[in-house]
């Protein structure tokens, strides 16, 4: 079985992933996937800096998440662009992970639809925060600002997108346990078919 978990940046995926873990399931980041992919030698790495530009790499030559993400967020086309350039890469390279794989598979994705990658799941779980929760999250995890982690929020997908497509939704209204609590009976539930 595969499940698909997304959700905005700062909603909870993490959390949600160590319940997954802590089940035994296998767990694959899309993030970490894309991030490989960037770096020196990896699938996507020349296609973005020749798209993007020097301003985008390091002293050292590799890709400057950090400033890539500031161009990205700031500018729908280059999401586009960026998005059209990495994610048949990662697909390909999550396609690869569970070709053989037993048992339950999540796939974590903030863009697990832009991607396709629910077209792969068996079931999509999404987990939804406040705004005001996330901007913080985001600020702290990214060392961004405040403002540069409510763009990076308001270049997603919105919560009614979520609530409309995917198959459940969970609600992180309390604290990171109550969160995992959630996840722990949410994934049972899910691999056992009452969902």
């Known amino acids: 079985m595969i499940i698909g978990l997304t959700g905005g940046s700062g909603s909870g995926k993490t959390t949600l ?3 997954a873990l802590d089940l035994g399931y296998y767990v694959i980041n899309a993030d970490k996937v894309g991030h490989g992919i960037l770096l020196k030698g990896g699938a996507a790495y020349n296609e973005i800096a020749e798209s993007f530009g020097s301003e985008i ?3 050292d030559g590799e ?3 950090k400033k890539l993400g500031s161009v990205v967020f700031s500018d729908g086309e280059k999401l586009l662009l ?3 350039i990495t994610h ?3 697909t390909a390279e999550i396609k690869n992970m569970i070709k053989d794989r037993k048992g339950v598979v999540v796939i974590e994705a903030a863009a697990l639809f832009e991607s396709g990658f629910n077209k792969l799941c068996d079931i999509v779980i999404a987990v939804l925060a406040p705004e005001a929760e996330r901007i913080r999250r985001i600020s702290e995890r990214d060392g961004l600002s405040i403002e540069d982690a409510a763009k990076r929020i308001k ?3 919105s919560d009614e997108f979520y609530i409309e497509n995917a198959d459940i ?3 992180n209204d309390g604290d990171t346990y109550s969160l995992y609590k959630k996840g722990l009976v949410v994934f049972e539930e ?3 078919g009452k969902v």
Request: proline share 8%; hydrophobic share 40%.
């Open 190 to 192: 899910a691999t056992n």
């Open 88 to 90: 048949p890469k990662i």
């Open 57 to 59: 790499l390091a002293p």
């Open 82 to 84: 960026l998005n059209r």
């Open 17 to 19: 992933c160590r319940a």
């Open 63 to 65: 890709i400057d998440r």
């Open 169 to 171: 939704i969970i609600e």
């Open 155 to 157: 270049s997603q997908k």
